[in-house]
């Protein structure tokens, strides 16, 4: 079992930036990845960004590319989510997965766990 907690969601305005952590506990095999996905009312989970955890490659998707940043501390055990110049479009439940294998993949079937979720809302 993994076990993922995330943090770091809040109200903001436009242009503003964010900064999410997802920390992960329990046991994980050698090779893993893991991502952020997003949930806006009414809409589908989408993902946003996805790292594998020990070469840390990443994958973001076309449209936070250039505004969001993924990235990990392997000693805090943590995946981070840099958000910079939000759009109020980026307003959403802000999910964190893990999948015990170490492929980029951006489809929510990949992953065998998820955090609870961080709202984040960014007002116009």
């Known amino acids: 079992q993994v076990q993922l907690v995330e943090s770091g969601g809040g109200l903001v305005q436009a242009g503003a930036s964010l900064k999410l952590a997802c920390v992960a506990s329990?046991?994980?095999?050698?090779?893993?990845?893991m991502a952020w996905f997003r949930q806006a009312p009414g809409k589908e989970r989408e993902f946003v960004a996805v790292?594998?955890?020990?070469?840390?490659?990443?994958y973001c998707a076309d449209s936070v590319k250039g505004r969001f940043t993924i990235s990990r501390d392997n000693a805090k055990n943590t995946v981070y989510l840099q958000m910079n110049s939000l759009k109020p479009e980026d307003t959403a439940v802000y999910y964190c997965?893990?999948?015990?294998?170490?492929?980029?993949?951006?489809?929510?079937?990949?992953?065998?766990?998820w955090g609870q979720g961080t709202q984040v809302t960014v007002s116009s």
């Open positions: 329990g046991r994980t095999d050698s090779t893993y990845s």
């Open positions: 790292i594998n955890w020990s070469a840390g490659n990443t």
């Open positions: 997965a893990f999948a015990n294998r170490g492929a980029l993949m951006s489809f929510r079937d990949w992953y065998e766990y």
